[in-house]
Protein backbone atom coordinates (compact mmCIF):
# COMPACT_ATOMS: atom_id res chain seq x y z
CA UNK A 1 0.00 0.00 0.00
CA UNK A 2 1.43 3.41 -0.88
CA UNK A 3 2.54 5.87 1.45
CA UNK A 4 0.18 9.50 0.70
CA UNK A 5 2.15 12.37 1.68
CA UNK A 6 1.09 16.45 1.91
CA UNK A 7 3.29 18.69 0.88
CA UNK A 8 2.20 21.32 2.58
CA UNK A 9 2.94 25.59 4.08
CA UNK A 10 0.75 28.01 3.85
CA UNK A 11 3.56 30.40 3.28
CA UNK A 12 4.08 31.21 -0.48
CA UNK A 13 7.51 30.62 -2.11
CA UNK A 14 8.80 28.29 0.39
CA UNK A 15 10.05 25.26 -1.97
CA UNK A 16 6.53 22.90 -1.71
CA UNK A 17 6.74 22.56 -5.44
CA UNK A 18 10.34 22.04 -5.89
CA UNK A 19 10.06 19.75 -2.71
CA UNK A 20 7.25 17.71 -4.56
CA UNK A 21 8.54 17.50 -7.93
CA UNK A 22 12.28 17.21 -7.23
CA UNK A 23 11.75 14.54 -3.84
CA UNK A 24 9.46 12.24 -6.25
CA UNK A 25 12.01 12.35 -9.43
CA UNK A 26 14.62 11.30 -6.68
CA UNK A 27 12.58 8.05 -6.01
CA UNK A 28 11.91 6.94 -8.92
CA UNK A 29 15.22 7.30 -9.79
CA UNK A 30 15.71 4.62 -6.47
CA UNK A 31 13.25 2.48 -8.53
CA UNK A 32 10.32 3.54 -6.44
CA UNK A 33 6.74 4.16 -7.95
CA UNK A 34 5.54 7.61 -7.39
CA UNK A 35 1.95 9.26 -7.93
CA UNK A 36 1.78 12.88 -7.61
CA UNK A 37 -1.51 14.71 -7.44
CA UNK A 38 -0.97 19.00 -8.13
CA UNK A 39 -3.19 20.33 -6.29
CA UNK A 40 -2.20 23.90 -6.57
CA UNK A 41 -4.34 25.97 -9.32
CA UNK A 42 -0.84 27.45 -10.32
CA UNK A 43 -0.11 23.59 -12.19
CA UNK A 44 3.92 24.76 -11.13
CA UNK A 45 4.11 20.70 -10.10
CA UNK A 46 2.56 20.24 -13.71
CA UNK A 47 4.79 22.41 -15.70
CA UNK A 48 8.03 20.98 -13.61
CA UNK A 49 7.37 17.67 -15.82
CA UNK A 50 6.70 19.72 -18.67
CA UNK A 51 3.42 19.14 -19.14
CA UNK A 52 1.19 22.05 -21.14
CA UNK A 53 -1.28 21.66 -18.53
CA UNK A 54 -3.71 24.14 -20.18
CA UNK A 55 -4.21 21.20 -22.88
CA UNK A 56 -5.27 18.68 -20.45
CA UNK A 57 -8.84 18.09 -20.45
CA UNK A 58 -8.66 15.52 -17.11
CA UNK A 59 -6.96 17.70 -14.13
CA UNK A 60 -7.13 17.65 -10.41
CA UNK A 61 -10.10 20.30 -11.08
CA UNK A 62 -12.32 17.70 -13.09
CA UNK A 63 -11.32 14.66 -10.52
CA UNK A 64 -12.42 16.66 -7.64
CA UNK A 65 -15.89 17.81 -9.00
CA UNK A 66 -16.07 14.74 -10.28
CA UNK A 67 -16.06 14.84 -13.89
CA UNK A 68 -14.28 12.09 -14.08
CA UNK A 69 -12.31 9.47 -12.50
CA UNK A 70 -8.57 9.24 -11.04
CA UNK A 71 -7.66 6.70 -13.40
CA UNK A 72 -8.75 9.39 -16.02
CA UNK A 73 -6.99 11.74 -14.69
CA UNK A 74 -3.69 10.10 -14.05
CA UNK A 75 -0.93 10.92 -16.24
CA UNK A 76 1.32 7.88 -17.33
CA UNK A 77 4.49 8.35 -17.08
CA UNK A 78 5.85 12.02 -17.41
CA UNK A 79 9.05 10.48 -16.33
CA UNK A 80 10.44 6.62 -15.89
CA UNK A 81 8.33 5.25 -12.27
CA UNK A 82 6.50 9.70 -11.82
CA UNK A 83 2.66 9.48 -13.03
CA UNK A 84 0.95 12.91 -12.16
CA UNK A 85 -2.85 14.14 -12.50
CA UNK A 86 -1.90 17.63 -13.33
CA UNK A 87 -3.71 21.09 -12.36
CA UNK A 88 -4.62 24.32 -14.21
CA UNK A 89 -6.18 27.68 -13.31
CA UNK A 90 -9.92 26.15 -13.66
CA UNK A 91 -9.30 25.15 -9.99
CA UNK A 92 -9.34 27.93 -8.81
CA UNK A 93 -12.89 27.74 -8.67
CA UNK A 94 -12.91 24.63 -7.13
CA UNK A 95 -13.69 25.88 -3.31
CA UNK A 96 -16.41 27.97 -4.49
CA UNK A 97 -17.92 25.27 -6.28
CA UNK A 98 -17.54 22.93 -3.41
CA UNK A 99 -19.70 24.87 -0.85
CA UNK A 100 -22.64 22.93 -0.74
CA UNK A 101 -20.85 19.79 -1.76
CA UNK A 102 -21.71 17.18 1.18
CA UNK A 103 -18.72 15.63 1.80
CA UNK A 104 -16.14 18.02 0.42
CA UNK A 105 -13.41 17.14 2.65
CA UNK A 106 -13.30 13.46 1.90
CA UNK A 107 -13.08 13.67 -2.13
CA UNK A 108 -9.30 13.11 -2.82
CA UNK A 109 -9.49 10.34 0.11
CA UNK A 110 -12.00 8.38 -1.92
CA UNK A 111 -10.48 8.87 -5.27
CA UNK A 112 -7.11 7.60 -3.60
CA UNK A 113 -8.32 4.66 -2.62
CA UNK A 114 -8.54 3.43 -6.08
CA UNK A 115 -4.94 3.65 -6.59
CA UNK A 116 -2.78 3.56 -3.83
CA UNK A 117 -2.07 -0.20 -4.01
CA UNK A 118 -0.43 0.76 -7.05
CA UNK A 119 2.59 2.81 -5.67
CA UNK A 120 4.75 3.32 -2.93
CA UNK A 121 4.82 7.14 -2.77
CA UNK A 122 1.80 9.72 -3.45
CA UNK A 123 2.61 13.31 -3.18
CA UNK A 124 0.02 15.88 -3.46
CA UNK A 125 1.49 19.65 -4.09
CA UNK A 126 -0.90 21.78 -2.10
CA UNK A 127 -1.72 25.68 -2.67
CA UNK A 128 0.28 28.10 -0.36
CA UNK A 129 -3.15 28.18 1.76
CA UNK A 130 -5.10 26.57 4.06
CA UNK A 131 -8.02 25.94 1.66
CA UNK A 132 -10.59 23.06 1.13
CA UNK A 133 -7.91 22.03 -1.34
CA UNK A 134 -5.14 21.57 1.62
CA UNK A 135 -7.50 19.84 3.99
CA UNK A 136 -8.64 17.67 1.01
CA UNK A 137 -5.49 16.66 0.84
CA UNK A 138 -4.70 16.29 4.76
CA UNK A 139 -7.93 14.05 4.95
CA UNK A 140 -6.66 11.87 2.38
CA UNK A 141 -2.55 11.75 3.29
CA UNK A 142 -1.26 9.46 6.03
CA UNK A 143 1.32 12.36 6.10
CA UNK A 144 2.19 15.68 5.58
CA UNK A 145 5.73 16.93 4.57
CA UNK A 146 6.50 20.61 5.79
CA UNK A 147 9.24 22.67 3.44
CA UNK A 148 10.36 25.35 5.43
CA UNK A 149 12.66 28.23 4.04
CA UNK A 150 15.73 29.69 5.47
CA UNK A 151 14.80 33.29 6.38
CA UNK A 152 14.06 35.42 9.15
CA UNK A 153 10.39 34.51 9.35
CA UNK A 154 10.59 31.03 8.80
CA UNK A 155 8.66 29.90 12.09
CA UNK A 156 5.99 32.07 11.42
CA UNK A 157 2.91 30.09 10.12
CA UNK A 158 3.85 26.81 11.29
CA UNK A 159 1.87 27.34 14.42
CA UNK A 160 -0.69 28.10 12.39
CA UNK A 161 -0.68 25.16 10.22
CA UNK A 162 0.13 22.65 12.64
CA UNK A 163 -2.70 23.68 14.60
CA UNK A 164 -5.14 23.11 10.93
CA UNK A 165 -3.17 19.49 10.92
CA UNK A 166 -4.55 18.76 14.78
CA UNK A 167 -8.03 20.14 13.83
CA UNK A 168 -8.18 18.12 10.34
CA UNK A 169 -6.60 14.90 12.60
CA UNK A 170 -9.38 15.42 15.26
CA UNK A 171 -12.41 16.14 12.79
CA UNK A 172 -11.25 13.79 9.64
CA UNK A 173 -8.52 12.14 9.95
CA UNK A 174 -7.39 10.83 13.28
CA UNK A 175 -4.43 8.98 11.74
CA UNK A 176 -2.63 12.30 10.32
CA UNK A 177 0.84 12.91 11.31
CA UNK A 178 3.80 15.29 10.61
CA UNK A 179 6.31 13.59 8.37
CA UNK A 180 8.98 15.83 9.01
CA UNK A 181 10.37 19.56 8.29
CA UNK A 182 12.72 19.68 5.32
CA UNK A 183 14.72 23.07 4.85
CA UNK A 184 14.96 24.65 1.82
CA UNK A 185 17.24 27.42 0.08
CA UNK A 186 19.83 26.68 2.97
CA UNK A 187 22.79 28.52 2.07
CA UNK A 188 25.77 27.47 4.50
CA UNK A 189 28.13 30.68 4.02
CA UNK A 190 25.33 32.61 5.65
CA UNK A 191 25.01 32.82 9.76
CA UNK A 192 21.36 33.22 9.24
CA UNK A 193 20.34 30.37 7.16
CA UNK A 194 22.38 28.22 10.15
CA UNK A 195 20.33 30.38 12.72
CA UNK A 196 17.53 29.58 11.07
CA UNK A 197 17.75 25.82 11.23
CA UNK A 198 19.12 25.85 15.05
CA UNK A 199 15.77 27.87 15.87
CA UNK A 200 13.34 25.66 13.73
CA UNK A 201 15.51 22.48 15.49
CA UNK A 202 14.96 23.49 18.65
CA UNK A 203 11.80 25.32 18.55
CA UNK A 204 9.98 22.59 16.83
CA UNK A 205 8.86 19.06 18.47
CA UNK A 206 8.41 17.72 14.80
CA UNK A 207 11.05 15.80 12.74
CA UNK A 208 13.74 18.17 11.45
CA UNK A 209 15.64 16.37 7.94
CA UNK A 210 19.30 16.06 8.29
CA UNK A 211 19.49 16.57 4.30
CA UNK A 212 18.95 20.37 4.25
CA UNK A 213 18.33 21.93 0.30
CA UNK A 214 20.74 24.50 -0.92
CA UNK A 215 20.16 27.54 -2.58
CA UNK A 216 21.30 26.56 -5.61
CA UNK A 217 21.04 27.92 -9.27
CA UNK A 218 20.80 24.58 -11.33
CA UNK A 219 17.22 23.90 -9.40
CA UNK A 220 16.03 27.15 -10.32
CA UNK A 221 16.48 26.73 -13.44
CA UNK A 222 14.94 23.23 -14.10
CA UNK A 223 11.49 24.31 -13.93
CA UNK A 224 12.09 26.58 -17.46
CA UNK A 225 12.74 23.41 -18.96
CA UNK A 226 10.08 20.98 -17.63
CA UNK A 227 12.42 18.73 -16.05
CA UNK A 228 13.32 17.68 -12.22
CA UNK A 229 16.81 18.53 -11.35
CA UNK A 230 17.91 14.68 -11.39
CA UNK A 231 17.07 14.92 -15.01
CA UNK A 232 18.46 18.80 -16.05
CA UNK A 233 21.48 18.54 -14.35
CA UNK A 234 22.00 14.98 -12.33
CA UNK A 235 25.33 16.06 -10.64
CA UNK A 236 24.22 19.60 -9.30
CA UNK A 237 24.29 19.97 -5.32
CA UNK A 238 20.59 19.97 -5.56
CA UNK A 239 20.17 16.63 -7.13
CA UNK A 240 22.60 15.36 -4.58
CA UNK A 241 20.40 16.89 -1.59
CA UNK A 242 17.23 15.45 -3.15
CA UNK A 243 18.32 12.31 -3.63
CA UNK A 244 19.56 12.35 -0.13
CA UNK A 245 16.50 13.20 1.03
CA UNK A 246 14.51 10.84 -0.65
CA UNK A 247 16.92 8.09 1.40
CA UNK A 248 15.89 9.80 4.75
CA UNK A 249 12.11 9.48 3.50
CA UNK A 250 12.42 5.88 2.45
CA UNK A 251 14.02 5.17 5.78
CA UNK A 252 11.26 6.90 7.60
Do not use: W
Request: proline letters at 4%.
Amino acid sequence: MGKIIAVANQKGGVGKTTTTVNLSAALAEKGKKVLIIDIDPQGNASSGFGVDKNNEENTSYTLIMDDCTINEAIMKDVMENVDLVPSNMNLAGAEVELIDVPHRETILRNALDYVRDSYDYIFMDCPPSLNILTVNAMTAADSVLVPIQCEFYALEGLSQLIYTINMVRKRLNKSLVIEGIVMTMYDSRTNLSQQVVEDVRANSRQKVYKTMIPRNVRLAEAPSYGQPITVYDPRSAGADAYRALADEIIAG
